[in-house]
């Protein structure tokens, strides 16, 4: 009898393990896949390339109604430049701000549905500064478009549509305007349903599609759902330089948070990077130009969400 219950035992499968970064979420048992099932925002650059360096991924699964377009665009980089393919699963949405990682994939798949829109600020930013705001992000946004190749057909659909509802591509276009390519993954889609609900309860954005219609063509999303807020970093900040000596409000604040200390991180090292073996005026042009981003940081001051957006802005910049 014993002989007999070590061996069911021993018969028993191991539980899965799932891992957790931000929005991000990696489980053991498909070790090459990452799945984004959140809100995108300004810290998930960092949760992702953490993930990517803790991880053996090749594929992004994406189930995600969008979030700011600005750090989308920002993983759509991450996302092309480690040649990851991309994927929606069957029975599952990637809207809005989502479609910029899915369209930056290598290999892309459409199982289930992909949409469009208008971005919005949310009227956070209004007159002036709203139409200024808006023609550098459009900039930003074709910038990448067609880094990646994408169809006018697809920039059209986002352009037309209002920020209040979605287009939903159908097969037909997504396959005729090459928005998907014809990959197929089929050991990571069989595998994925059933570890994705047994997992739901432990990662992030894990509740139903904020999205009502089943059908292609534009919808009106319902309300998004309340989410629990993620739990306080308690990792120590460590910024590029010795925050003993910080006396500025902004610096002050990039030794209280990790994530930000992670990019000023992340872009003193691109900095360095850059600035070795150029010549002296070439050199001087970038002192300078670090020079006037240093005050434009500066006057952020203790906006964790104005500091995310000017150092993931500056670490493209400096990257490209």
């Not at 980089?77 to 040649?83: A, D, E, P, S, Y």
């Not at 209004?126 to 900039?139: K, P, V, W």
């Not at 037909?172 to 928005?179: A, F, H």
């Not at 000596?245 to 948070?257: D, H, S, W």
Request: aromatic share 8%; charged share 20%; proline share 7%.
């Amino acid at each position: 009898m014993a002989l007999a219950l070590l061996l069911c035992a021993a018969a028993r499968p191991a539980q899965a393990e799932i891992t957790v970064y931000g929005p991000f979420w990696h489980s053991s048992e498909l070790p090459n896949v990452l799945t984004l099932t959140g809100d995108i925002q300004p810290p998930d650059s960092t949760h992702l390339r953490r993930a990517l360096d803790a991880e053996p991924i090749d594929t992004l699964f994406l189930l995600s109604p969008g979030g700011n377009v600005s750090s989308a665009l920002s993983l759509s980089q991450i996302v092309r430049n480690r040649g990851l393919a991309t994927v929606i699963p069957a029975g599952e949405d990637c809207a809005s701000a989502c479609s910029f990682l899915f369209v930056a994939g290598v290999k892309r798949r459409a199982y289930g549905r992909l949409g469009v829109h208008q971005f919005s600020s949310g009227g956070r930013v209004q007159g002036a500064e709203a139409e200024e705001s808006a023609q550098s992000l459009t900039a930003r946004i074709m910038a990448r478009l067609q880094d990646y190749e994408v169809s006018n057909h697809f920039i059209v659909k986002m352009l037309e549509t209002p920020h209040t509802s979605i287009y939903w591509f159908n097969t037909e276009e997504l396959r005729r305007e090459g928005i998907e390519t014809l990959n197929t993954f089929p050991k990571e889609t069989a595998a994925f349903p059933a570890i994705y609900a047994s997992a739901k309860s432990s990662v992030p954005g894990g509740d139903s599609s904020p999205y009502t219609a089943t059908q292609t063509g534009t919808t009106t999303p319902k309300p998004p759902p309340q989410r629990t807020p993620p739990a306080t970093t308690t990792r120590k900040a460590e910024p590029s330089f010795n925050c003993a000596y910080a006396t500025q409000p902004t610096e002050l604040t990039l030794c209280e948070n990790a994530d930000l200390a992670d990019l000023d991180r992340e872009m003193a090292a691109q900095y360095r990077r850059i600035r070795a073996g150029r010549t002296f005026s070439q050199t001087q042009a970038l002192i300078a130009a670090q020079k006037a981003w240093l005050r434009r940081r500066n006057s952020c001051k203790t906006d964790v969400a104005c500091l995310q957006s000017i150092y993931q802005t500056r670490i493209t910049e400096l990257s490209n």
